[in-house]
T-cell receptor, first 116, second 112 residues
């Protein structure tokens, strides 16, 4: 299996622009997670989906952030408009989503976002 | 509420020395605990996890961790460090049936 695929790997944009990050989970995985990693705040869960339905979006910073999962093999995280403080590494992860406490999450390589 | 605390944001050891990375947890229910490793410019990958089957858990790359309920700890160890072990290590605890709460991470440096 190819693992979790994220694109782009790097993104540099200017403040105010729209940014779209993409994720393809591992085939057969039913849960998908979006994380943000910064030096100051560490690894934060932004939102997660189960069977394409958003279950918990309490970590989404503000209305500028939105996430969708139109089907089992694709998800997007959008920031509109972007701000310099959004600069971070964004990770997507997936798991089998069998509602087990011991479920392993598999992480993608991340998208390094820089907003100028 | 569940949480984990990693003591020491940076740990340095010599190659061949014992590696000890500390993690203490807080949980109102029997916890499920994980250690993940992040190599530079990569995503996190699972090292090992505790699921109540055995208190001593063996993971990949020679790492192991022992669950100690009396001490609310799940420290990660490796008898002999290798240069390739240099990375950031995250302890995590399950919150609910899917969510993980991660610690702040410990950066391990290995000197020759």
């Amino acid at each position: 299996d190819a693992g979790v695929i994220q694109s782009p790997r790097h993104e540099v944009t200017e403040m105010g622009q729209e940014v779209t990050l993409r994720c393809k989970p591992i085939s057969g995985h039913n849960s998908l997670f979006w994380y943000r990693q910064t030096m100051m705040r560490g690894l934060e869960l932004l939102i997660y989906f189960n069977n394409n339905v958003p279950i918990d979006d309490s970590g989404m910073p503000e209305d500028r952030f939105s996430a969708k999962m139109p089907n089992a093999s694709f998800s997007t995280l959008k920031i509109q408009p972007s701000e310099p403080r959004d600069s971070a590494v964004y990770f997507c992860a997936s798991s089998l989503g069998r509602a087990r406490l011991s479920e392993t999450q598999y992480f993608g390589p991340g998208t390094r976002l820089l907003v100028l | 509420a569940q949480s984990v605390t990693q003591l020491g944001s940076h740990v340095s050891v010599s190659e061949g020395a014992l590696v000890l990375l500390r993690c203490n947890y807080s949980s109102s229910v029997p916890p499920y605990l994980f250690w993940y490793v992040q190599y530079p410019n990569q995503g996190l990958q699972l090292l090992l996890k505790y699921t109540s089957a055995a208190t001593l858990v063996k993971g990949i790359n020679g790492f192991e961790a022992e669950f100690k309920k009396s001490e609310t700890s799940f420290h990660l160890t490796k008898p002999s460090a290798h240069m390739s072990d240099a990375a950031e290590y995250f302890c995590a605890v399950t919150l609910g049936t899917d969510k993980l709460i991660f610690g702040t991470g410990t950066r391990l440096q290995v000197f020759p």
